[in-house]
């Protein structure tokens, strides 16, 4: 559904309020060199992550069936453990830190290759802000706003509005909250963001407000960015992913 600028303008906002926190900056492994990265992974590897070369990208917190799940492109931790960025609204109380490192989690990251997603179970992200006397003050995308097999087949070829809850890469490597209003449609078999995103919007979630079968309008979580390719981005979708992890 292909909305009024005003009205994506107000969409984009109420996403902000009710999700921003749901949204975390992540870095690549390799992305400085660093020692945790797999020495042996994929040369091509940083290519695919189509962040402009620097590691840098956007991961969300998903939860369905009572379980929490930190969701983010694979391409940007194949190589190995990387980092989460913090903020002070994420965490209680106050500035925890300003990254988590993810070595002693590596293990857990379940790769979904053939739709290019990666899926963390948070529990050891929890136990390690309790170890260090802190907790998270995290939002999270509810599985009753994740689009199901019906909501994806209805997207067409006609471009439709979306909106990309990100973490871009700002002045001094600062990971500033972004949005961003594109447009998405489905390309042959994929659904698609039209047009190429700027550096850190690998791995982010896109939503769309579309018509359900009943005709009423509801907004969606379409699925989640994937690495640049021929001038936009293909999406991981959520009926997919969600059968993925629930599978896993």
Same mark, same amino acid.
């Given at each position: 559904?292909?909305?009024?600028?005003?009205?994506?303008?107000?969409?984009?906002?109420?996403?902000?309020?009710?999700?921003?926190?749901?949204?975390?900056?992540?870095?690549?492994?390799?992305?400085?060199?660093?020692?945790?990265?797999?020495?042996?992974?994929?040369?091509?590897?940083?290519?695919?992550?189509?962040?402009?070369?620097?590691?840098?990208?956007?991961?969300?917190?998903?939860?369905?069936?009572?379980?929490?799940?930190?969701?983010?492109?694979?391409?940007?931790?194949?190589?190995?453990?990387?980092?989460?960025?913090?903020?002070?609204?994420?965490?209680?109380?106050?500035?925890?830190?300003?990254?988590?490192?993810?070595?002693?989690?590596?293990?857990?990251?379940?790769?979904?290759?053939?739709?290019?997603?990666?899926?963390?179970?948070?529990?050891? %992200?929890?136990?390690?802000?309790?170890?260090?006397?802190?907790?998270?003050?995290?939002?999270?995308?509810?599985?009753?706003?994740?689009?199901?097999?019906?909501?994806?087949?209805?997207?067409?070829?006609?471009?439709?509005?979306?909106?990309?809850?990100?973490?871009?890469?700002?002045?001094?490597?600062?990971?500033?909250?972004?949005?961003?209003?594109?447009?998405?449609?489905?390309?042959?078999?994929?659904?698609? %963001?039209?047009?190429?995103?700027?550096?850190?919007?690998?791995?982010?979630?896109?939503?769309?407000?579309?018509?359900?079968?009943?005709?009423?309008?509801?907004?969606?979580? %379409?699925?989640?960015? %994937?690495?640049?390719?021929?001038?936009?981005?293909?999406?991981?979708?959520?009926?997919?992913?969600?059968?993925?992890?629930?599978?896993?």
């Amino acid at each position: 559904m292909l909305l009024d600028p005003d009205t994506e303008n107000d969409v984009a906002y109420e996403l902000c309020q009710l999700l921003g926190r749901a949204i975390l900056p992540i870095r690549r492994a390799d992305a400085d060199g660093g020692a945790d990265a797999d020495a042996g992974a994929d040369a091509d590897a940083g290519a695919e992550a189509g962040d402009g070369d620097r590691g840098e990208g956007t991961a969300f917190l998903f939860a369905a069936r009572g379980r929490e799940h930190l969701l983010t492109a694979d391409a940007l931790v194949r190589v190995g453990a990387g980092r989460i960025g913090l903020r002070p609204s994420v965490t209680e109380p106050g500035a925890a830190a300003d990254s988590v490192a993810l070595a002693g989690l590596a293990g857990g990251w379940r790769h979904h290759g053939e739709l290019g997603v990666a899926a963390l179970p948070t529990a050891g %992200l929890h136990e390690h802000a309790a170890g260090e006397g802190w907790r998270w003050r995290t939002q999270q995308v509810p599985d009753s706003i994740a689009a199901d097999r019906d909501v994806i087949a209805r997207i067409g070829a006609e471009p439709g509005s979306a909106v990309v809850l990100a973490h871009g890469v700002g002045a001094g490597g600062a990971r500033p909250l972004e949005v961003a209003i594109e447009r998405v449609a489905r390309v042959g078999d994929a659904v698609r %963001l039209t047009a190429e995103l700027p550096a850190g919007y690998a791995g982010a979630p896109v939503f769309g407000v579309l018509a359900g079968r009943d005709g009423e309008v509801g907004l969606r979580c %379409l699925g989640l960015v %994937l690495p640049a390719r021929g001038g936009g981005h293909p999406l991981a979708t959520f009926d997919r992913i969600r059968e993925a992890v629930g599978a896993g």
